[in-house]
């Protein structure tokens, strides 16, 4: 299967990005296609933390928090027609912290037969959603 990789320099240190980018309700601030993003599980943000979510012309799915290493990096999966694993890595860097975007999509059901649109447009969304997600998680390190 695919995996789209993108990157971007964040003004603020690991951790503010950290903990900023890991909770996924933060999308909602981001990503204009994000709709819903409701925690499912009791108690901090963790391994095994749930979430439902939907993005515009998607289902509801369910997320779930596979790994979790503060300020390193994170992971996410949801199912659904289309099954994500979503990875984030993040390093120091001069001007701040450098994020790693891994988005690996696995089609199921008749959403093969699309999956190569889904492709293109997921791509250049991800890419844009590098500089949304940058000056969003800028912002709220500087609070």
Known sequence: ???IRNSVILHCSPEDA????????????WNP?????????????????????????????????LAFER?????MHNGGPIEVR???HLESAPQG????????????GWFRLIFPIFLIVIRREEKANM????DSAERWARR
């Open 71 to 75: 300020p390193h990096s994170w992971t």
């Open 97 to 108: 912290t450098l994020l790693h975007a891994t988005f690996e999509p696995t089609p199921h």
């Open 131 to 134: 500089t949304l997600l940058r």
């Open 33 to 65: 296609t994000c709709e819903t993003m409701e925690k499912l599980t009791e108690g901090p943000v963790g391994v095994g933390t749930r979430y439902r979510a939907k993005w515009k012309s998607s289902p509801h799915v369910e997320l779930e928090i």
């Open 86 to 88: 979503f990875t984030c």
């Open 18 to 29: 950290f903990d900023y980018l890991s909770d996924p309700r933060a999308e909602l601030e």
């Open 1 to 3: 299967m695919p995996v």
